[in-house]
């Protein structure tokens, strides 16, 4: 049970250092009510996570190299990350290294059809091998099986690239009413062609996730925001048992862990031998379609 070392590690949620996170979070905190979320935390889930950086912290000269050297230091040879916002640093990331970053597009379904011609660009100009999806941020909020959502789900089909999209409570402050688990199943039955990734956890419905995963092919679980030792037991007997092919490896760096955290909590997550390759590259390059 012991984690392998040289292998390569894919991580499917990873980012570059911001000189304000505020600002990089005001999409989402411009519907907080709270007044931590609206004048005192530096990203809206600060309250879940310790030694978040403060502002300014990673006002960095060069995030992209910043970012190269925690993924050299730390064995993650390729990272998902998004394009279209930060002033363009995904774009010139994938330019610069095409062998380290995977682009993915992002979609707002408030957008209606100019969102479908924005991932088709994105896709043809820089190959972007996912979506991501946010409902509880998306602003007014789109529920995940909401029709607004439909043509962003024929889409991938069509382009054949997976979505990712986050599902259960979130961590900001924000209704968690578009995230419940259950959702996901009328998309996965009107869209079994569909490969749906979660993202941050699915709690507390974790028992129904697994059993979701069991029932619809497509559906697959990413461990995003969630330190090692916080893994949910039950997704983690999943993995061992009938779904290795299913949990893929997820990090939340630089936003609330650093990859040393994740990097030292890992080795004492309990997964089989043979689920180790699946969980940190094999699967993930699958989804991604760069397993050929």
């Not at 403060?54 to 990350?81: C, F, H, N, Q, S």
């Not at 259950?182 to 869209?191: G, N, Q, S, T, W």
Request: glycine content about 8%; some cysteine.
């Amino acid at each position: 049970m012991s984690m392998p070392t040289g292998i390569g590690i894919v991580d499917t949620m990873i980012g570059f250092p911001n000189r304000d996170m505020r600002e990089a979070y005001a999409f989402i905190t411009q519907q907080t009510k709270d007044r931590q979320s609206r004048e005192e935390f530096a990203f809206p889930a600060e309250y879940m996570f310790k030694n978040v950086p403060e502002k300014g912290e990673l006002a960095v000269a060069d995030p992209i190299a910043y970012t190269l050297g925690e993924m050299d230091k730390w064995g993650v040879e390729r990272g998902l990350i998004g394009i279209g916002a930060h002033g363009g640093i995904g774009e010139l990331a994938v330019k610069q290294h095409p062998d380290r970053f995977i682009p993915s597009s992002s979609f707002d379904p408030n957008e209606g059809y100019p969102a479908i011609e924005k991932l088709v660009r994105e896709f043809e100009t820089y190959n972007v091998r996912a979506v991501g999806v946010f409902p509880a941020g998306t602003f007014p909020q789109v529920a995940i099986n909401d029709k607004k959502m439909y043509p962003l789900y024929a889409k991938a089909i069509e382009l054949g690239i997976p979505v990712f999209c986050t599902a259960g409570v979130p961590g900001p402050r924000l209704r968690m009413e578009p995230q419940r688990v259950e959702l996901i199943d009328e998309v996965m039955y009107d869209f079994p062609e569909l490969t749906f990734v979660t993202r941050h956890g699915c709690e507390p419905w974790t028992d129904l996730a697994w059993k979701l995963m069991l029932k619809w092919p497509g559906l697959h679980y990413s461990t995003s925001a969630f330190a090692p030792k916080y893994y949910p037991p039950n997704i983690i007997n999943y993995a061992n048992t009938r779904g290795s092919d299913k949990i893929i490896y997820a990090g939340y760096f630089p936003m609330g862990l650093s990859l040393e955290r994740i990097m030292t909590e890992l080795p004492q997550v309990p997964f089989r031998d043979e689920v180790w390759p699946k969980f940190l590259r094999e699967n993930a390059l699958r989804v991604l379609g760069l397993d050929k």
